[in-house]
């Protein structure tokens, strides 16, 4: 199976943008039907899902955040990227990438971003 590993900035002001790499070992982001996801828990409230970027380079993102999300990839690092714009302290959460494959999800350990000035 395959191992995320999130990384990135623990602290980020407002208005900046906030860019988090995910690391995946133990399989190819490019194979066949995985589709590899960002997804946020701020303090005191349930996941939310933000976007993903599918095995085919295809992207989705949630309505919420489309206007402020982008997911990119780097194939020869094996790696997928979120951006997120316009940071507010609201966007305080730890984040999550996530492979899902055939209904099976594996999950990185998560990381702790605070937007604070």
């Known amino acids: 199976q395959v191992q995320l590993q999130e990384s990135g900035p623990g602290l980020v002001k407002p208005s900046q943008t906030l860019s988090l790499t995910c690391s995946v070992s133990?399989?190819?982001?490019?194979?066949?039907?995985?589709?590899w996801s960002w997804i946020r828990q701020p303090p005191g409230k349930g996941l939310e899902w933000m976007g993903a970027?599918?095995?085919?380079?295809?992207?989705h993102y949630s309505p919420s955040l489309k206007s402020r999300t982008s997911i990119s990839r780097d194939t020869s690092k094996n790696q997928f990227t979120l951006h997120l714009s316009s940071v507010t302290p609201e966007d305080t959460a730890v984040y999550y990438c996530?492979?899902?494959?055939?209904?099976?999800?594996?999950w990185g350990q998560g990381t702790q971003v605070t937007v604070s000035s």
């Open positions: 996530n492979a899902l494959y055939l209904g099976i999800e594996n």
């Open positions: 133990g399989g190819s982001i490019t194979a066949n039907y995985y589709y």
């Open positions: 970027i599918a095995y085919s380079g295809d992207t």
